[in-house]
């Protein structure tokens, strides 16, 4: 290159002239950077492969999708076998999940029977373990198994649901069993004036035709149910009690308290003087309907504890004191006697009177009492239900 003052040739990339000295030109600046955006990654253009971090994203997705796709036909054809209600039936049953297996019974509901009742029965009794199904034969469009139960069979009808599995796959459910040892049985329980009777927690009411009926009986579960006592004030030894609807009874079990047996002895001989001088003096025995539980137990049993009278009427006088010589609870002496007949309260009384003769003078008679009467509570008071003689 040369210089532009001197024309003297000069090296190239000189600043100045080595013959003038003149500034032949200046260094380059550095070129400033500016601050700009990213270089935007290239896009694959078209026929370009995914990278390989995209390929097994996309691989993992579809094996996932494909296994849930397996596990919906799966489940879907395995739910939909007649069989599956009759397996998921025995396991509903040997996992005690009575909530699931008293819907399969489909039963015609009462004040005992409904499923908390049925629970409780379940749960208190000992139940037998159920074996897998089978059988499954077609009978008029349902299918039937037998599974063994114990020493015996039930058999559990299958049919198909009018629902869907999955909203697509066929349902079946049990429409039907046939279970000797699930089934009815009426019990016979007292009937106890103020007294609250709950039975597996449920309340007891009277449905006899009577109100005055000491007992009456309720359909239950067969097996072991738990009895309790509200508002007993200590009428029976226990408040309550465990039974059975195989031969350990409700009834049989109840026993009265002893505090219980001395108020009903003293209940009673606190009745006869009303009793005795009624007979006495041939009154009306509906005088007496408050001593009794009903108004036609007085019409009755009025008089029947009175004996060895020979005259009675309203001109009969000098009646004496009482003197009871026996009045107190004993043990019942008949067969068929339950807690529902009362405390039997053994009594023996005289009292004497005057009664008038055919020729106008009076002469001393004597009014034995004699008997067992059978007191029963109603309405907190101790009553008369029966009466017995000897």
Known sequence: ?????????????????????????????????????????KKPKDGESFSPKAKKIIIAQIIVLAV??????????????????????????????????????????????????????????????????VGGYLSNGEYVYRIRKGSSYIT????????KSFFFFDKYEVTSVSDSSVSFQMVTVPNISGVT????????????????????????FRGTHKATFSGADGMFTKNSYTFDTSGNSL??????????????AKALESYLPDITENKIKGREKSNLADYFISDQRAELYGESLCTGTYSTGSDTKNLGELVVSRCVAVDPTRSYYSVANGI?????????YQYRLFSGSYTTGTCIVRGTAYMVKKDGKWVINTVSYY
């Open 344 to 352: 039997p309260v053994n009594v023996s009384a005289t009292r004497t």
């Open 197 to 220: 009777l709950k039975i597996d927690g449920v309340k007891a009411e009277n449905t006899s035709d009577s109100d005055d009926a000491t007992s009456y009986s309720v359909k239950l």
């Open 68 to 133: 849930l796709i397996a596990a919906f036909i799966y489940l879907g054809t395995r739910n939909s076998k007649p069989e599956s209600a009759a397996n998921q039936f025995v396991k509903n049953y040997n996992d005690k999940n009575w909530s699931k297996v008293y819907d399969a019974y489909h039963f015609e509901e009462d004040t005992f029977i409904n499923e908390d009742t049925f629970k409780a029965t379940m749960d208190q009794s000992d139940t037998e373990t159920l074996s897998s199904p």
């Open 156 to 163: 559990v009808t299958i049919g198909r649901s009018a629902e």
């Open 1 to 41: 290159m040369y210089c532009p003052n001197c024309g003297k040739e000069v090296e190239d990339g000189a600043l100045f002239c080595g013959e003038c000295g003149a500034k032949i030109g200046e260094a380059p600046k550095p070129k400033k950077k500016t601050p700009g955006k990213p270089a935007a990654k």
């Open 251 to 264: 009834i049989s079990q109840i026993e009265y308290s002893d505090s219980a047996k001395e108020e009903a």
